[in-house]
């Protein structure tokens, strides 16, 4: 009896949709909440163009996945990190504007939900937020990211008429915790 209890066991521990998952010991917390320094800041203007927490020009485009170097921020042992921040829209031209983001470890090659028309598998969106006609919209977000070698990847897009014909679109988010090994 006490055989068949470890093979099950032992098959159970063994399956395949654990092999998805990572598992941590550690969780850290910020000492200081919030922390004053955003890791990932993207403020646009429309018919201007965006820049980043520094008030520089930014290369953070929409559509494409950015990798974000957290590897100073965190323990190296790091296997997740907790973010919060939130999406911001102004839209002062009569159209609505909609903001989308997702997070993913490097490496991951799963196209987004909706590039797939959401066929399993993909990427759910982790964050959205649609503005109204005439209006400012602000949503917080939080969100576990998988991290490896010090890094996440994020793609942001913009939908509805569009970037370019009035949407003014915003991103702010920062690590409120960690998971390491």
């Given at each position: 009896m006490l055989a068949r209890l470890i093979l099950i066991c032992s098959l159970l521990v063994a399956t395949p949709a654990m092999a998805d998952w990572q598992e941590g010991m550690w969780i850290g917390v910020q000492t200081i909440s919030p922390k004053p320094d955003r890791v990932i800041g993207i403020w646009c203007y429309a018919g201007v163009g965006?820049?980043?927490?520094?008030?520089k020009p930014s290369t953070l485009t929409f559509g494409t996945w950015h990798a974000v170097?957290?590897?100073n921020d965190v323990p190296a042992s790091t296997i997740g990190v907790f973010l919060n921040g939130m999406l911001l829209a102004s839209n002062p031209t009569g159209t609505i504007c909609s903001i989308e983001v997702w997070f993913r470890a490097p490496g991951v090659t799963l196209?987004?939900?909706?590039?797939t028309g959401f066929k399993e598998p993909c990427l759910r969106v982790i964050w959205q937020m649609v503005d109204m006609i005439n209006g400012?919209?602000?949503?917080?977000?939080?969100?576990?990211?998988p991290v490896v070698g010090?890094?996440?990847e994020f793609l942001w897009t913009t939908g509805g008429p569009g970037?370019?014909?009035?949407?003014s679109p915003g991103l702010?988010?920062?690590?409120?915790?960690?998971?390491?090994?």
């Open positions: 965006c820049v980043d927490k520094n008030n170097d957290i590897s196209p987004t939900c909706n590039q400012g919209q602000r949503t917080n977000g939080f969100a576990l990211v010090g890094k996440f970037w370019g014909t009035g949407c702010n988010v920062g690590i409120d915790g960690y998971v390491r090994q």
